[in-house]
């Protein structure tokens, strides 16, 4: 084999991926493969814009960005409000919200995962869409298989209304220290803790978890 050669092997050894006895790609070219694409960025100037690009993409695309306008922007655009109503007809939810310029923000709507929970607010929000007319089969879909699965039964609070479990509760109070540093926290710092804790389904999973969090207080620490 000539210098050349060697060279050029060498060379494209470093951009090529090993295959597998099979002839399929090795565990980085797979990884690589399976990397999720970014959900593209769309503005609606209306509910009707949004709900119609719903209507065509719901049951094909993994997500979107909405680009969200601000109360101050200059031109309205679906309001966070009206977005979400029109996600749960069509079996979809919100997610991450992030910044993205003066005017805008950017909020991630996603069809609803598997097993997924369910907040209390938006079982209440369905209630009103179902009365309205709006819900769409697969919404409805997604609405049968929490009740069915009892994940409806377990929805969970937010931050602005959820109550302290009673067994957390009791946990504090044997430990001061804990107790007195949970006590101090916002609503926004207590809301992780209560929120995985009301979200746990096996017994012994929530005593444990409680356990860990009582520690983790007493050491003055958040989630």
């Known amino acids: 084999m000539s210098r050349r050669t060697r060279s050029t092997t060498a ?4 951009l090529t991926e090993p295959v597998t006895k099979k002839g399929t790609p090795g565990p980085r070219a797979a990884k690589i493969a399976a990397a999720p694409q970014s959900p593209p960025i769309r503005l609606f100037d209306t509910a009707v814009a949004w709900e119609t690009w719903l209507v065509a993409n719901s049951q094909d695309l993994a997500g ?11 031109k309205p ?3 966070y409000d009206q977005a979400l109503d029109a996600a749960l007809c069509y079996g979809w939810i919100d997610g991450q919200r ?8 950017l ?26 007319g ?20 377990r929805a969970y609070a937010g931050a602005s209304n959820i109550q ?6 009791a946990a504090l109070l044997k430990n001061s220290s804990a107790k007195s540093f949970f006590e101090a926290l916002n609503k926004t710092q207590r809301y992780p803790f ?10 012994e999973t929530r005593r444990r978890r409680i356990d860990e969090y009582v520690t983790l207080l007493a050491d003055h620490k958040p989630l």
């Open 11 to 14: 060379a494209l050894s470093k």
């Open 64 to 74: 979107v960005w909405l680009q969200i306008a601000k109360k101050a922007a200059s």
């Open 98 to 105: 992030k910044t993205h310029d003066a005017e805008h923000f």
């Open 107 to 132: 909020q991630r709507f996603t069809p609803r995962r598997k097993n997924s929970m369910w907040s209390k607010r938006n079982v209440d929000k369905v209630a009103v869409l179902i009365q309205e």
């Open 194 to 203: 209560l929120w995985r804790i009301e979200t746990t389904r096996r017994p």
């Open 134 to 153: 709006r819900m769409r089969a697969s919404g409805q879909a997604e609405i049968d298989a929490a009740k069915a699965d009892g994940r409806w039964e």
């Open 164 to 169: 302290v479990p009673a067994d957390f509760q």
């Open 77 to 79: 655009t679906v309001t």
